[in-house]
């Protein structure tokens, strides 16, 4: 009797070691997934990366394309200030 006892407990213990052994290998089963799915997110960073550069850029390029714009027109208003007072003769006194 007590062999069969013992017989059983050493066969539960054998299963439930089994059962932990196959639940140990599942996460490394996952890594397998973890590259993938690191590398697809990667991809996305980058993508992102790239599109703010982009925006980034058009914005500064924007700014500086409006500021030379106002910068010319005022050397525009300029010169035709300067060129409408050498055309009027000075008052004499």
Do not use: C, W
């Given at each position: 009797?007590?062999?069969?006892?013992l017989?059983?407990?050493?066969m539960?213990?054998?299963?439930l070691?089994?059962?932990?052994k196959?639940?140990?290998?599942?996460?490394s089963?996952?890594?397998?997934?973890?590259?993938?799915?690191?590398?697809?997110?990667?991809g996305?960073?980058?993508?992102?990366?790239?599109?703010?550069?982009?925006?980034?850029?058009?914005?500064?390029?924007?700014?500086i394309?409006?500021?030379?714009?106002?910068?010319?027109?005022?050397?525009?208003?300029?010169?035709?200030?300067?060129?409408s007072?050498?055309?009027?003769?000075?008052?004499?006194?």
């Amino acid at each position: 009797m007590r062999g069969k006892a013992l017989l059983v407990i050493v066969m539960i213990f054998l299963l439930l070691f089994l059962n932990q052994k196959g639940e140990a290998n599942k996460p490394s089963e996952l890594l397998e997934y973890r590259p993938t799915t690191y590398l697809k997110l990667q991809g996305i960073r980058d993508s992102l990366a790239k599109e703010y550069r982009n925006l980034r850029d058009e914005v500064v390029n924007g700014y500086i394309l409006y500021k030379l714009q106002m910068s010319y027109e005022a050397l525009k208003l300029k010169r035709e200030k300067l060129k409408s007072g050498k055309h009027e003769k000075p008052p004499n006194p």
